[in-house]
């Protein structure tokens, strides 16, 4: 049974720094490439960074370039999101993903969310 499971949120002051977590099991981690993606109330959810399988290309947002850091520990199942330098306009619920295909289905695991809020 895939599981994904966020941790690492909390309310932070403009500017301040916040490290999520995702630990994954159920599937053979290493194997694939993982996501970060966010959602304010109201809001679509949008991808915000995405990382191959062993690291080695990432992807981010454009509004969080520079800022934001996204990494794996393929030993541990886990990848992390390291938010820098964080603004209000980056308050929302983060989901980390997981996208399994079989032949031409393809799903989408995602873990419960952790809470990103940032005050002005």
């Known amino acids: 049974e895939v599981q994904l499971v966020e941790s690492g949120g909390g309310l932070v002051q403009a500017g301040g720094s916040l490290r999520l977590s995702c630990a994954a099991s159920?599937?053979?981690?290493?194997?694939?490439?993982m996501g970060w993606f966010r959602q304010a109330p109201g809001k679509e959810r949008e991808g915000v960074s995405f990382?191959?399988?062993?690291?080695?290309?990432?992807y981010y947002t454009d509004s969080v370039k520079g800022r934001f850091t996204i990494s794996r520990d393929n030993a541990k199942n886990t990848v992390y999101l390291q938010m820098n330098s964080l603004k209000p306009e980056d308050t929302a619920v983060y989901y980390c993903?997981?996208?399994?295909?079989?032949?031409?289905?393809?799903?989408?695991?995602w873990g419960q969310g952790t809470q990103v809020t940032v005050s002005s």
């Open positions: 159920g599937f053979t981690f290493d194997d694939y490439g």
């Open positions: 990382i191959s399988s062993v690291g080695d290309n990432t």
């Open positions: 993903n997981f996208r399994s295909t079989s032949g031409l289905i393809r799903y989408d695991y």
